[in-house]
């Protein structure tokens, strides 16, 4: 074994800083009046440790934990979904009656997973941060304790997420049986110097069933709609955005570093998944009339899009799907953000009919609702449009033109249940009494945020972007 | 040089500032942020002009919006002389109309509105003429396309107002119709919609055809025809010109700024800046030349029979973008551009002075109601006076300069030019007669209104006067920057066509070799005939003021013609708003309700659902069947995994 | 290879199990050869000396004792830990000593944590 010592962990700065702020975060909680102290702690401690990860590039652990660009892009993926998770949750956990400060610790520990997660460069310390973000999530998703529905989701994100675990360890053991290795890199080589074979291709199966599962990917999805629907809504808002772009941070390195030489195999059975998703989640969503159940679905069928750049593979696919995903999380994060807004003491907000006339009543809440749909369903100039047109770009220059073609026809699918949403606000008269808005200064603050940036980048995307084709290297 | 992004900004900025916290906060002041904006556009593009003639020009792409291929959507500026003319035009006429706005629009409801509206407009038309590609050209085509539409129903509760802004827009459908599908083939053609690329690739494709229904068309006559489609409609030329007129509903200083002087001026510019394509299909040009000579004469026998004040102004409009088109059908772009500078400032004033009268007359605008003004509003009517004897061409007012130089080259410009020349210069008797007629009508003579009207006469505020002095300067001034050398040669000075001189780096100077003697004989001509025009009206409206209704009377089919307006609108009427009207309610209607669009749009979400409401019996919600789907889905992989591997 | 891989430095520990295997069970198989066996019905009841058991066994318990387990697991099984660094500790030093003060530390964090949320309180 190599000399241990202090300098091995300057790469992991940013992971330390978000270690230590869990921790503060717990403590600071025994003794704060006011919950909020935690989640503004939490978001101070993700303003430091973003400032050090662009100062912390470089390998650690013997190339167990890499700190390269491609990992930053997603690691800032999660800090703003932290962010903006706080942000939406303060005023929400008080009318759910849930304001606990572990909340706010909890959502600094999922992410310090999700970044593990994307920095890993061996398949343990992948699982080790994929079995933090997910422990994490799973109490996160259960937290309104009085809440039949969250406890529920969360029994069942508890034991699916376990099944998914026995899968990717299954995998893992399987690949280091056959290469002898855990390491990523040196499982790539391993395998260009042995080759195809049974089962290595199984176990490449299982580790994409158990990346399946966390991106949500059909049929892998089964658990997202309930636990989404089930979960309190600031944690579905997180779950759909983090631990999403964290499986794909991961699926990305382990396919395309681990099995880039075999994805001429691979690749057909992911596009076989990938447009399974979209149709499933699509489709499915369609014949909701809850809005969360909705957004589940839309998450599912997102991850049928994001997951086009591990198709396309390379710098270019890669590129794509993170300025997808970048992209995603804000438009997601808003569009929930609205939700939140709606629910307030004994009403829940999340049926379709409680959108009806929102324009009328609340002409600011169904404009910037109006932008989220806008861009989930990728109409430009929002940020939506942007990454949808990358990815397609990206997917035919690949030379899946007609994959690129189904694509657009689910997005055309898609476009129903969102801009359902947008006649429901507009065309329809608002019905029985008009919902109350519950608008505190940090909802009103992540909606400023997202609802900025969605249209900022549908108007001047070259920033981000150059910055996640610098990131993918 | 990167200040010169100001130009566009600031207006944009108090667009976005009015029509946020107009409504609430700035309300009666919205005035205050448009005004200083333009205001300080002005002062930028001062400092652009400046540079411009120093010799420093600019093309570069600010950002770029997406990349695909060859396909880029980006924002860029060019910055040269034909740009540095438009943006001055643009500025100091709309600053000045938002000056005089403050007191015309001083109590109406919408204040705040209208001036989001303009700003918005000024900033799109700055976008207009600064674009360095073809993408976006075309969307801030369709800005102050739909910023026009906007003001002209600026008035909406007024069935008429937002009728003619319905008709407006739709009308400008068909020419950008062609406009599009100009773009477009330009992009295959290229495979770029940048300027530069474009006009440096455009003559290797001069001699290709393309096949259209079994007819060889030349590809870059058929592009710059599509292309000047989209000019036809928006600069109003016939026979799109049907929606100009009636554009006069929205408010007095839209169609000074808007209908006059800027927006309708941007096919003229359009033709101008793409010359390159232009130049090189003489089939084009002639069709310019034509279209712009028959324009010119067509719009200004409807003018001399107009009783309404503001439409007689807009035909007059439609009568001059024609010779600007002449202009650049026979090659002289600058000629056209010099004509557009010039009219920008006598038309826009002859459009405020109208609004004053208006202002006075308490919104009257028939010229038989009106009469003997000139006592009461005396600064009014010597402006109006200025600006009618520019357009008209009398010398050295700024009117006769531009119209000269176009007729002039029309003259000489060969092929149709000699035609053309003649239906120019019939169009400058009639231009002169009707601008009389309209000075004689409105301010000498007896008052006609009623005694209520009497009373109410007054002059404008200064707020509207000072912009009629202002653009009267222009109108009488605009033109010495590009006298003819057969006249400055007369006071010793050899080159003085500096606007010519300043244009010639991008749109060329065609030569002409003709005698002095010749230039002289025509310019003699011109003048001769415009003041033949002052003159005949001048007898029919202050000595004998019988004439004009026996004339009417004996003439009665060409009176009746021209007072309707040759009927073009009842004849596009019978022929396309009424057989469109009949297909949208029976044809589509039926078969969309019945067959497609049921069929569509609720036949496929139907599929879909009952497709999805089986997929939704697998989500029980129950955990076990959930383990078993995706137990399931793996073992599916695995096995299609060994058996492919067999 | 795969095939070829053998991991004989675990070999000892294979060597382990089967000798404490072969232990446990030769202890159980001779003790039944040997022993006498004389059963009568006083001597067959569970709990011969003690108490007569009343009731289903299965009955609930409180769900404190889940708290108890979990506390348990936290403050003493963690503590394992001290164990192969204390027998390597002279062999890394100072920086093994701050890394265990750490570890020790994030336990305390947790103990003062379950203190404050009354995990210690019956009740």
């Given at each position: ?40 702690l ?25 700190s390269d ?17 706080v ?17 706010y ?13 994307a ?12 079995e ?10 259960g ?16 034991l ?20 002898g ?23 490449v ?18 658990w ?43 690749t057909?059975?992911l596009v ?102 806008f ?7 929002t940020?939506?449009?942007i ?10 220059g ?5 994959l ?14 969102y801009?359902r ?14 919902v109350?808005?519950?608008?505190s ?14 249209i ?15 990131a993918?290297? | 040089?990167?200040?010169?992004l ?21 309300r ?18 001062v ?30 500026f ?21 000056v005089?706005?403050?007191g015309y ?12 509206y303009?700003s ?19 969307f ?9 539409y906007?003001?002209?129903g ?15 827009f739709?009308?400008?459908r ?27 690739g ?33 600069s ?58 028959v ?35 026979v ?136 912009p ?10 605009a ?24 244009l ?17 004989l ?29 004339l ?9 013609l021209?007072f ?56 029980s ?11 399931l ?14 | ?47 011969e ?17 889940y ?10 099984v ?19 000593f701050i ?25």
């Open positions: 074994m190599n000399e241990i010592n202090v300098s091995m962990l300057a790469p992991l700065l940013p992971e330390v800083i978000m270690a230590s702020a869990g921790i503060l975060v717990l403590l600071v909680e025994l003794v704060a009046r006011r919950k909020e102290t935690a989640g503004l939490s978001i101070a401690a993700v303003a430091v440790a973003a400032y050090y990860v662009p100062h912390s590039f470089g390998k650690s652990f013997g190339g167990m934990f890499v660009g491609y990992s930053a892009f997603f690691k800032f993926i999660f800090f703003i979904n932290l962010i903006l998770t942000l939406l949750s303060m005023r929400y956990l008080v009318i759910e009656k849930s304001n606990h400060g572990e909340y610790s909890l959502v600094v520990f999922s992410t310090l997973g999700m970044m593990l997660m920095s890993a460069g061996d398949l343990i310390v992948l699982y080790l941060g994929l933090l973000m997910a422990l994490s999530s799973y109490v996160l998703a937290f309104i304790r009085h809440d039949a529905r969250s406890s529920e989701a969360a029994v069942k994100y508890f699916l997420g376990a099944f998914s675990s026995a899968l990717l360890l299954y995998g893992i053991t399987l690949v280091y049986g056959l290469t290795t855990t390491d990523v890199s040196l499982i790539g080589a391993a395998v260009v110097e042995k080759g195809l074979s049974t089962p290595l291709f199984l176990s199966v299982f580790l994409m069933a158990a990346f399946g599962f966390k991106t949500a990917l059909a049929p892998f999805h089964m997202a709609p309930d636990v989404y629907e089930g979960a309190p809504t600031s944690v579905t808002a997180f779950m759909s955005v983090g631990p999403k772009a964290a499986a794909f941070a991961a699926f990305g390195r382990v396919f395309l570093t681990g099995f880039g030489s075999l994805s001429t195999d691979w057909g059975i076989v998944l990938s447009i399974l998703t979209m149709a499933v989640g699509n489709i499915l969503a369609i014949q909701q009339d809850n809005i969360k159940r909705m957004l589940a679905y839309s998450s599912v069928a997102h991850a049928g899009y994001a997951v086009l750049g591990i198709i396309v593979g390379g710098a270019e696919g890669l590129a794509a799907m993170m300025n997808y995903l970048f992209i995603y999380g804000f438009m997601n994060l808003g569009a929930f953000a609205v939700v939140i807004m709606l629910r307030s003491e004994g009403v829940r907000g999340e049926a379709l009919e409680d959108y009806k006339g929102l324009a009328k009543t609340h002409p600011f809440a169904a404009a910037v609702m109006l932008v989220f749909m861009s989930l369903t990728g109409i430009p100039p940020a939506g449009f990454g949808k047109f990358y990815l397609f770009k990206a997917v035919v690949a030379g899946y033109a007609w690129a073609v189904v694509t657009v026809i689910f997005s055309a699918i898609s476009a129903y249940f801009l949403v947008v006649m429901y606000m507009y065309m329809l008269e608002p019905e029985g009494e008009a109350t808005l519950s608008l200064p940090s909802l009103g603050l992540a909606l400023l945020i997202t609802t900025l940036v969605v900022l980048i549908g108007v001047y995307p070259s920033p981000l972007l150059s910055f996640a084709r610098l993918a290297g | 040089m990167q200040y010169y100001l130009i566009p900004l600031l207006p944009l900025g108090a667009f976005l500032l009015n029509i946020m916290l107009g409504r609430r906060v700035i009666r002041q919205a005035h205050w942020p448009s005004t200083l904006a333009v205001a300080g556009s002005l002062v930028v593009t400092m652009v002009l400046l540079d411009v003639m120093s010799g420093r020009t600019l093309n570069e792409d600010l950002y770029v919006w997406i990349v695909s291929g060859n396909f880029k959507v980006s924002v860029g060019m910055i040269d002389q034909l740009t540095a003319v438009m943006l001055v035009v643009v500025t100091s006429v709309s600053f000045l109309v938002h005089y706005s403050i629009m001083q109590d109406d409801p919408g204040y705040y509105r209208f001036y989001a303009l918005l407009f000024t900033f799109s038309m700055l976008m207009l003429v600064t674009a360095n590609n073809f993408l976006q050209l075309y801030g085509w369709e800005a102050v396309g739909l910023c026009s906007l003001l002209i600026f008035w909406y509760e007024k069935r008429s107002a937002s009728d003619a802004g319905k008709k407006a739709i009308v400008n068909f020419g950008d119709f062609g406009f599009g599908l100009g773009v477009i083939m330009v992009f295959l053609t290229f495979g770029t919609l940048d300027y530069v690329s474009v006009f440096d455009a003559g290797g494709v001069a001699a290709q055809t393309i096949n259209i229904l079994g007819a060889d068309v030349n590809l870059i006559t058929l592009i710059a025809l599509l292309l000047f489609c989209g000019a036809v409609g928006k109003a030329q016939v026979p799109l010109h049907v929606w100009l007129p009636d554009a006069m509903e929205g408010p007095t200083p839209v169609s000074a700024l808007i209908h006059a002087a800027t927006m309708v001026t941007a096919g003229v510019f359009m033709v101008a800046r793409l010359n390159p394509i232009f130049s090189l299909s003489p089939v084009a040009m002639d069709v310019v030349a034509v279209v712009g000579a324009t010119a004469l067509f719009a200004a026998t409807i003018a001399l029979v107009q009783n309404d004040i503001k439409r007689v102004i807009a035909y007059s409009t439609i009568s001059q973008l024609g010779y600007m088109f002449i202009a650049c059908g090659g002289a772009f600058g000629a056209g551009i010099f004509h557009l500078y010039t009219h920008a400032f006598f038309k826009a004033l002859l459009f405020l002075c109208a609004g004053s009268v208006m202002h006075a007359m308490g919104g009257e605008v028939d010229m038989q109601k009106m009469g003997g003004l000139k006592r009461y509003m005396p600064l009014t009517y010597w402006t109006m006076l200025i600006a009618s004897l520019s357009i008209s061409g009398i010398p050295p007012l700024a009117g006769f300069f531009s119209k000269d130089e176009i007729l002039w080259v029309a003259f000489n410009g060969g092929g149709v030019g000699r035609a053309v020349w003649a239906l120019g210069t019939l169009a400058a008797v009639l231009t002169a007669f009707y601008s009389f007629r309209l000075i004689y009508l409105t301010f000498h003579g007896e008052f006609r209104g009623t005694e209520e009207q009497r009373h109410h006469l007054h002059e404008s505020p200064a707020v509207m006067t000072v009629l002095a202002v653009l009267c300067v222009g109108a009488v001034a033109g010495w920057i590009g006298i003819p050398p057969i006249i400055s040669s007369v006071f010793g000075v050899e080159d003085a066509n500096w606007f010519a001189e300043f010639k780096p991008v749109v060329g100077h065609p030569e002409i070799e003709a005698p002095h003697s010749t230039e002289a025509v310019m003699g001509f011109s003048v001769a005939v415009a003041a033949v025009g002052i003159a005949v009206a001048w007898v029919f409206y202050i000595r004998n003021r019988e004439i004009p209704a026996v009417a009377r004996r003439c009665g089919i060409l009176y009746r021209l309707n307006k040759y009927y073009v609108d009842e004849i596009y009427n019978a022929t396309v708003v009424r057989p469109a009207m009949l297909i949208a309610r029976y044809v589509l209607v039926g078969l969309s309700d019945g067959v497609i669009i049921e069929g569509v749009v609720n036949g496929v979400p139907a599929l879909i659902n009952r497709f999805g409401a089986r997929l939704r019996r697998l989500q919600g129950l955990l076990q069947s959930y383990a078993a789907v995706m137990a889905g793996l073992f599916l992989l695995m096995a299609v995994v060994v058996m492919v591997l067999k | 290879m795969p095939g070829s891989y053998l991991p004989s430095s675990y070999l000892p520990v294979l060597i382990f199990l089967v000798i404490s295997l072969v232990f446990g069970l030769g202890a159980l198989v001779m003790g039944g050869m040997f022993r006498l066996r004389r059963p009568y019905a006083e001597k067959l009841r569970p709990y000396s003690g108490v007569t058991p009343v009731g289903e066994p299965r009955q609930r318990f409180s769900v404190r004792f708290v108890i387990a979990m506390l348990f697991v936290v403050f003493d963690e503590v394992i830990f001290l164990y192969p660094w204390a027998v390597v500790f002279d062999r890394i030093g100072l920086f093994a890394e265990m003060v750490i570890f020790i530390f994030i336990l305390l964090v947790g103990y003062v944590y379950a203190w404050r949320k009354e995990a210690f309180v019956w009740e």
